[in-house]
């Protein structure tokens, strides 16, 4: 039988590294793992209470919404009126998805066809990438950059859909930006959201990394630009804000016509998130309005600690402003490695997991992702492991 999407696939790079530091483990040797983003911390007390208590009521066990019940979709809008001063309809401008990355991908089919196009950022979150070809469509891929120039970014994307042809539908972004940490202003959205209006073009913004930022930066929600009802739509997680990445809640909010086009679609493909799950997302998003600010502190502490231990044993990397990582461009004296070999190099002589830039893709050959997902202990091990390693850079 021919696979007919499957054979299109490039391998998963991430693979090989973490395949390196399971064999040394099996060694005997204790590898920090710093490569995949899986959050550590623990979901909010509440949430785990609340969830217990809702799964001990057998009419929960039922079928739930696919559109998510209506008091999680009210406490999503209350959420984003506290955080961002946005207004939302929860009957129409709000829906739940099974996470970002299933809410995303659906989208790319509600938006998209084959024949159609998207501007995605390169390097990229694989799925950005990936969910406009799952969905037939082509993927225009833009440099981001090296994670300090949003502006830059945002005028290679009105350029490229400018001079593309056919016109791209949808363009895909993210700030705090995966992997490069860059970070936009509400400025730098909006003038993207005026160049967008009065075009035929859907503005898709990932806003996975919305409360995880540092140094009294907050990050804009795209919906609160003039006009951003009219031409965008944001997908808003609790995997990172409130450390429930395997709960898999997440919303898309925005623009209401697309908003019900998902959820047509999604009431063909699923029943929603488990019943008690979005019962406790609820009290969670209604009750543990702090918490997103406390991991916040956490990952900041961590930041640090990786940051000056890199700068230490000379690593210049430059020191991210949101995200749970760091992008770090490859030192120049193993340059020429290219990210896979380089991260197959600190795993082995290094005790040290981390992800290869290239496996974001293009234009993250010359990078490593370092994901913060250790206690400054560990970190601080890790650079030991680093700077024993590298002799290179002594």
Same mark, same amino acid.
């Given at each position: 039988?021919?696979?007919?999407? =499957?054979?299109? $696939?490039?391998?998963?790079?991430?693979?090989?590294?973490?395949?390196?530091?399971?064999?040394?483990?099996?060694?005997?040797?204790?590898?920090?793992?710093?490569?995949?983003?899986?959050?550590?911390?623990?979901?909010?007390?509440?949430?785990?209470?609340?969830?217990?208590?809702?799964?001990?009521?057998?009419?929960?066990?039922?079928?739930?919404?696919?559109?998510?019940?209506?008091?999680?979709? #009210?406490?999503?809008?209350?959420?984003?009126?506290?955080?961002?001063?946005?207004?939302?309809? !929860?009957?129409?401008?709000?829906?739940?998805?099974?996470?970002?990355?299933?809410?995303?991908?659906?989208?790319?089919?509600?938006?998209? #066809?084959?024949?159609?196009?998207?501007?995605?950022?390169?390097?990229?979150?694989?799925?950005?990438? *990936?969910?406009?070809?799952?969905?037939?469509?082509?993927?225009?891929?833009?440099?981001?950059?090296?994670?300090?120039?949003?502006?830059?970014?945002?005028?290679?994307?009105?350029?490229?859909?400018?001079?593309?042809?056919?016109?791209?539908?949808?363009?895909?972004?993210?700030? !705090?930006?995966?992997?490069?940490?860059?970070?936009?202003?509400?400025?730098?959205? %909006?003038?993207?959201?005026? *160049?967008?209006?009065?075009?035929?073009?859907? $503005?898709?913004?990932?806003?996975?990394?919305?409360?995880?930022?540092?140094?009294?930066?907050?990050? !804009?929600?795209?919906?609160?630009?003039?006009?951003?009802?009219?031409?965008?739509?944001? $997908?808003?997680?609790?995997?990172?804000?409130?450390?429930?990445?395997? *709960?898999?809640?997440?919303? $898309?909010?925005?623009?209401?016509?697309?908003?019900?086009?998902?959820?047509?679609?999604?009431?063909?493909?699923?029943?929603?998130?488990?019943?008690?799950? %979005?019962?406790?997302?609820?009290?969670?998003?209604?009750?543990?309005?702090?918490?997103?600010?406390?991991?916040?502190?956490?990952?900041?502490?961590?930041?640090?600690?990786?940051?000056?231990?890199?700068?230490? =044993?000379?690593?210049?990397?430059?020191?991210?402003?949101?995200?749970?990582?760091? *992008?770090? +461009?490859?030192?120049?004296?193993?340059?020429?490695?290219?990210?896979?070999?380089?991260?197959?190099?600190?795993?082995?002589?290094?005790?040290?997991?981390?992800?290869?830039?290239?496996?974001?893709?293009?234009?993250?050959?010359?990078?490593?992702?370092?994901?913060? =997902?250790?206690?400054?202990?560990?970190?601080?091990?890790?650079?030991?492991?680093?700077?024993?390693?590298?002799? +290179?850079?002594?």
């Amino acid at each position: 039988m021919e696979f007919r999407r =499957i054979p299109g $696939l490039p391998p998963y790079v991430f693979t090989i590294i973490d395949g390196l530091k399971v064999e040394a483990r099996r060694a005997g040797r204790d590898v920090v793992d710093l490569g995949f983003g899986n959050p550590d911390l623990p979901s909010p007390q509440i949430a785990v209470d609340k969830l217990a208590e809702a799964a001990h009521n057998t009419r929960n066990h039922r079928y739930s919404a696919s559109r998510g019940i209506p008091k999680l979709r #009210q406490a999503a809008a209350d959420h984003y009126l506290r955080r961002f001063g946005v207004v939302l309809d !929860p009957e129409t401008e709000v829906i739940s998805t099974i996470g970002a990355k299933e809410g995303f991908s659906h989208l790319m089919w509600v938006l998209l #066809q084959p024949g159609d196009a998207a501007i995605v950022p390169t390097p990229s979150y694989p799925i950005h990438i *990936w969910g406009p070809y799952f969905a037939g469509a082509d993927a225009r891929q833009v440099p981001i950059g090296d994670g300090t120039d949003a502006a830059g970014y945002i005028d290679r994307v009105i350029e490229a859909w400018e001079l593309g042809w056919p016109k791209p539908r949808v363009v895909v972004l993210s700030f !705090p930006h995966n992997p490069t940490t860059t970070v936009a202003t509400k400025e730098d959205l %909006q003038r993207l959201v005026d *160049w967008a209006r009065g075009k035929d073009v859907v $503005l898709v913004h990932d806003l996975a990394y919305a409360d995880m930022t540092f140094d009294g930066f907050k990050p !804009p929600s795209i919906m609160e630009c003039e006009g951003a009802r009219e031409v965008a739509v944001e $997908l808003y997680s609790m995997t990172k804000s409130f450390s429930m990445a395997g *709960w898999r809640v997440a919303f $898309l909010v925005g623009r209401s016509d697309v908003v019900g086009a998902l959820a047509k679609l999604k009431s063909y493909l699923d029943y929603g998130t488990f019943g008690p799950i %979005q019962i406790a997302a609820t009290v969670t998003l209604n009750e543990a309005t702090d918490y997103p600010a406390e991991l916040s502190e956490v990952y900041a502490s961590r930041r640090d600690a990786l940051c000056d231990g890199l700068d230490r =044993i000379g690593w210049e990397i430059h020191r991210p402003g949101g995200t749970m990582f760091a *992008w770090a +461009r490859i030192p120049e004296p193993y340059r020429e490695m290219g990210s896979i070999e380089f991260a197959t190099h600190v795993v082995e002589e290094c005790d040290v997991a981390v992800s290869p830039g290239v496996g974001f893709g293009p234009g993250g050959d010359e990078f490593v992702r370092f994901a913060l =997902i250790e206690n400054e202990h560990r970190i601080g091990q890790a650079v030991r492991g680093l700077k024993r390693g590298l002799t +290179r850079l002594r």
